[in-house]
């Protein structure tokens, strides 16, 4: 009995650890069941986002600080309705010790005409402040408006970003890199994409799922960094492990 417990431990000890660099666990209609069987596949890590107050607060209560993370914060979408939280981020992250950056906060072009760039700006630079106050690092939405969130990053000095659904191009993506940001790769195969995952070093790429918004569960994650060891041409498990490192590295987790 307990040498079969032993050989079990150790066999799951050998599954390389998969992590969900971003995805949204409060949208799933039960969460709980989801990150169980997440794990049971081999995903031992995931990073919940907030983009809003409410779904913030729900990602603070599932975050257990073992397998699951989280990043809160007010992305372009509810960057009028939700403004005010900017105001409690502080004070959530200090005594929530599960919540280890802000995220996901941005730009989106595509909501300009409901939500000016002017006001998703004067939210985002708010929360990149608290960040940077706190010493954590944010994730980054951006859809189409990669050239000007690239900018505010500089200006502002950030030292520690994740873009995540990385919408660049390589050019962008070896420019990012080189000042140590992280690109995180979603579940969704472009072109363009494969150039950004062929053009990085190892170290600067994460693998997420976006679920359940772009992949169905964060076990999708799995393709994702089985698309990476492709293209780099690395084991699955070499690379399962280092998209697992480069989260932990960049969270301090
Ligand atoms: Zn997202």
Redesign the pocket.
């Known amino acids: 009995m307990q040498i079969t417990q032993t050989v079990t431990r150790m066999s799951q000890e050998l599954l390389p650890e998969f992590s969900d660099a ?3 666990l409060d949208l799933f209609k039960d969460p709980n069941k989801i990150i169980e069987e997440s794990k049971k596949n081999g995903v031992g890590l995931m990073i919940a ?1 907030g ?1 809003s107050k409410a779904n913030s607060l729900a990602c603070i209560k599932l975050a257990n600080g073992a397998s699951v993370f989280t990043v809160i914060g007010i ?1 372009p979408d509810f960057s009028v309705s939700d403004s005010e939280f900017v105001d409690e981020i502080e004070a959530e992250i200090l005594k929530n010790p599960q919540i280890i950056g802000i995220g ?1 906060i941005g730009l989106d072009a595509k909501l300009a005409k409901e939500i000016s760039i002017e006001q998703q700006k004067s939210i985002f630079e708010r929360q990149i402040d608290i960040a940077k106050s706190l010493d954590l690092p944010i994730v980054i ?1 951006s859809r189409g408006a990669i050239k000007e969130v690239m900018r505010i990053v500089e200006s502002k000095k950030v030292k520690k970003a994740v873009f ?2 990385f919408e660049g191009d390589e050019k962008q993506a070896i420019e990012l890199a080189g000042k140590g940001y992280i690109i995180s790769i979603p579940p969704f195969e472009t072109a363009k994409r494969k150039r950004v995952i062929k053009a990085l070093g190892i170290n600067n790429l994460v693998a ?1 799922t ?1 679920a359940p ?2 992949g169905k569960t964060p076990i999708d994650v799995k393709k994702v960094v089985e698309t990476i060891a492709n293209i780099k041409g690395i084991s699955l498990e070499d690379a399962a492990s280092k998209t697992t490192e480069n989260i932990r590295r960049l969270f301090y987790i």
Do not use: F, K, M, R
């Open positions: 971003h995805c949204h986002a983009d992305g996901e939405h995540h659904y997420e976006d918004v772009v």
